[in-house]
């Protein structure tokens, strides 16, 4: 067959080089001369025991461009994030793209009723151990927030779920600052110790600055707790254009800038090589209603815009995107999802978090969450590029067919069909319309309805006993203070 041509994948840029060069010139000087106010004395120290001009008054720094360049040069352009299991890792970085179910939903849309109710632990657990089926998905995510425990340990209790249900990597984040300690004792004892653990970590903290130009004492110290224990975090700017942002797309994205940087310097003063993602959940603002649409074309710019900014920089980039706002999963879910998801391939965004959300990021549906699994597996497809996989393009195969009239017993047909084509599953209907079988006449919606329940049928991960034990009596210790003296039943 002679050597396979390397495939030709293709690539959507929305700026040019000078344009990136200049946003970054103006996130520089807007550290510089306006700064951030950072609510944490901790952070505030770290930051003008570096050359930084800090404000104790204000809780503004200052933030000169060279100690910002010495924190690029040592965040890692891409690191390894294990499963659960230590045994197999991802690349966070380079072109590769991950996806994960959007983070931190109050509510779930029930597949029966289609009404929407509060999640409890069943309903994330059964979304774990549904992401644990779906191939395409290559990241979970604490996705729900469990309203039948404390407030108090609802961070925590997501991880202590996620890490019996599934056991790919795991996207999450801190509600309330003494979270991290109760979340650390999870950690180690999945992973053994706590050397094992930065050695191998499998979970990424998401921390979100407020904007603008603010990070708050809890997300200050999610970065620097994880940067100390050598937990990836994932920096996750999010202005609002016109709200919370300058109203133009390129204000916002400078904006953006600002705010990550500023949160990369701080993981790399206390650990310098620690691993960092350049993230964000920036939206349009539509001025009608007062929304914030993450499925708006704006919002997708916003994200294209901010990915090649932190490329160019270096870092490993995040971004909430392929998602929709929609309240069911209809048309608009489909092509806000599908944009997004499409998007975000050709762009190489690293972590895609967005499957299965809609309205806002407030809802999960585990309908949707299957039928984007099916939209990652094209995308992935796509990323492939098409190959030459033969000396000839079609001139050999043609003279060899011409005989037969068809090329369906041709032996590259029967070598190169299944890597040509990408095979969906049953969600996807791509069966004949026949006479009398009207019975195939169903929705995406009613298959993925049946799918969620022959997936969750199949046997799920599970971890060693003792792990369990030790994960429970941790969750325990950390519920009674807060009236809790049992955990709810999830199964």
Known sequence: MGAKVKAFVPRVKVLDRAMISRIIDEAFEIL????????????????????????????????PRDLVERALKSAPRQFKLWDVTGKQSVTVGGDNVLYDPGSAALNVLEGDTLQVRRAVGRDYARLARLVEQLPHLRLNSTALVCSDVPVEISDSYRLFL???????????????????????????????????????????????????????????????????A??????????????????????????????????????????????????????????????????????????????????????????????????????????????GILFAALARINVVSGAGILDYITC???????????????????????????????FQALTEVMEEGHFMAHPS???????????????????????????????????????VEVLLDKEGFSLPAETVRELE????????????DHLPEVD
Not at 32 to 61: C, F, P, T, W, Y
Not at 182 to 187: E, P
Not at 314 to 321: D, F, K, N, Q, T
Not at 473 to 484: H, K, N, Q
């Open 364 to 394: 999960q549906s585990m309908e949707k969450l299957v039928i984007d699994n099916e939209l990652c597996g094209m995308a992935y497809r796509l990323l492939e590029g098409m190959v030459q996989r033969t000396p000839t393009l079609a």
């Open 473 to 484: 009596s941790i969750m325990l210790a950390a519920a009674r203070p807060f009236g809790l």
């Open 230 to 339: 050598g937990v990836p975090s994932n920096i996750i700017a999010m202005p609002l254009t016109g709200a919370t942002g300058p109203v133009t797309l390129l204000g916002s994205v400078a904006q953006h800038t600002a705010e990550n940087l500023c949160g990369l310097l701080m993981t790399q003063l206390v650990n310098p090589g620690s691993p960092a993602i350049y993230g964000g959940a920036p939206s349009a603002f539509d001025m009608r209603r007062g929304t914030t649409p993450m499925g708006a074309i704006e919002t997708v710019m916003l994200d294209l815009a901010y990915n090649e900014v932190g490329k160019a920089l270096g870092l490993p980039v995040h971004s909430y995107i392929g998602l929709s706002d929609s309240k069911l999963v209809d048309t608009q879910a489909g092509y806000e999802t599908g944009i």
């Open 162 to 228: 996620a890490v019996q249900n599934c056991h790919k990597p795991v996207v999450t984040g801190l509600f309330r600052p003494d979270g991290f300690d109760v979340m650390r004792k999870l950690m180690v004892a999945v992973r053994g110790s706590e050397e094992a653990l930065r050695k191998k970590p499998f979970a990424i903290y998401d921390a979100c600055p407020s904007p603008p130009l603010r990070w708050s004492e809890l997300t200050t110290h999610s970065l620097l707790r994880c940067s100390a």
């Open 413 to 451: 047909t029967l070598e190169f069909f299944r890597q040509e084509l990408h095979f969906p599953g049953p969600v996807v209907d791509r069966t004949p319309t026949m006479t009398g079988e009207e019975e195939l006449r169903t929705s995406d919606f009613s298959r993925a309805r049946g799918q």
């Open 32 to 63: 510089a001369k306006i700064g951030d106010m950072i609510e944490n004395e901790e952070a505030l120290k770290l930051l003008g025991d570096h050359g930084a001009e800090v404000d104790l008054a204000s809780q503004r720094a200052l933030i």
